[in-house]
């Protein structure tokens, strides 16, 4: 399995504005602790991240071929197999999951800030997706939502709890999140590969999907209490992954320690082949679904 010389965590997020609170990108290397990278470190003149500030980003690793492996949590596909579709009914429904960041990117084209309100006012897509109270498409299944062959995995074996990303409602909803990430993939095309859609590359840069609260119960956090906010508990959590703490933060959001505790964590298991073999992964699902990093 090849090594990286530096991990990357980014908790990304789905609100419709420049430069979202949820937004927070650490880093670790091979000696140290992780460490939150604000914006301007980056030449942004504002130390919050903007989406367009993460493609930049990923662009300028991409040119200098760095060894990292950056997990970003969010979807990176819709299901699909459960109904041979992402959405049925609609003709136009794409075959593959870059066809999908393509058809979500082409539709919200002229939407501000990687913003993906035009797809899901969509007459076709809102159809698909519990929006809010009182509006619920007529194609939305009841109950959880339809999940992919990954969260239906993690869920049947307890590795997490991952919600449907066609619920738009509640704190753990995922679907605005996915979907501008979608948007970031396709524009990211070629620059960078993106496992599972892509091959493990020998060197330069890596994408891969997270799930946050994986990391989160490896590093001791309970069930139901994965989300740290002071420096004793984060301090505890990177303890348990063999990492040090960094110095103190200007504010422990739940945004802020769950990038510094996954970055930690990717360092920790990135060497597991398991992890980029997991048994129920199968060439369609990869390039239909994709697959969350860290699931077995």
Not at 170 to 180: H, I, P, R, W
Not at 230 to 242: E, I, M, P
Not at 258 to 287: H, N, Y
Request: neutral net charge; proline residues 7%; glycine residues 10%.
């Amino acid at each position: 399995m090849r090594r990286f010389s530096q991990y990357a965590c980014v908790d990304w997020s789905g609100a419709n504005i420049e430069r979202p609170a949820g937004i927070a990108v650490a880093t670790i290397g091979s000696v140290g602790p992780p460490a939150l990278v604000p914006a301007s470190q980056t030449g942004s003149a504002n130390p919050r991240w903007s989406r367009d500030d993460i493609r930049g980003w990923l662009i300028t690793l991409a040119g200098n071929h760095q060894d990292i492996l950056i997990g970003f949590d969010l979807s990176m596909g819709f299901p699909f197999l459960d109904e041979d579709t992402y959405f049925p009914e609609w003709h136009s429904s794409p075959t593959s999951a870059r066809a999908l960041w393509e058809l979500v990117d082409g539709i919200c084209a002229t939407d501000p800030f990687f913003g993906v309100a035009s797809f899901l006012d969509h007459p076709q897509a809102s159809r698909h997706f519990r929006h809010g109270k009182g509006y619920l498409g007529d194609l939305f299944r009841g109950g959880t939502g339809r999940l992919r062959v990954v969260e239906q995995h993690q869920r049947e074996t307890g590795q997490g709890n991952s919600a449907s990303c066609f619920n738009l409602v509640g704190a753990s909803q995922v679907g605005k999140s996915s979907l501008t990430g979608m948007r970031m993939l396709h524009q990211l095309t070629g620059a960078i590969p993106i496992w599972p859609f892509d091959p493990l590359p020998q060197r330069g840069p890596v994408i891969v999907e997270i799930y946050t609260t994986i990391a989160a119960l490896a590093a001791g956090l309970p069930k139901g209490k994965s989300k740290v906010r002071d420096r004793t508990g984060l301090k505890q959590a990177l303890g348990n992954l063999g990492t040090p703490c960094p110095p103190r933060l200007l504010s422990y959001d739940d945004h802020s320690t769950d990038a510094l505790i996954t970055a930690a964590w990717m360092k920790q298991v990135a060497g597991d082949t398991r992890l980029w073999e997991p048994s129920k992964l199968t060439d369609e699902i990869a390039q239909k679904e994709g697959w969350t990093f860290g699931v077995v």
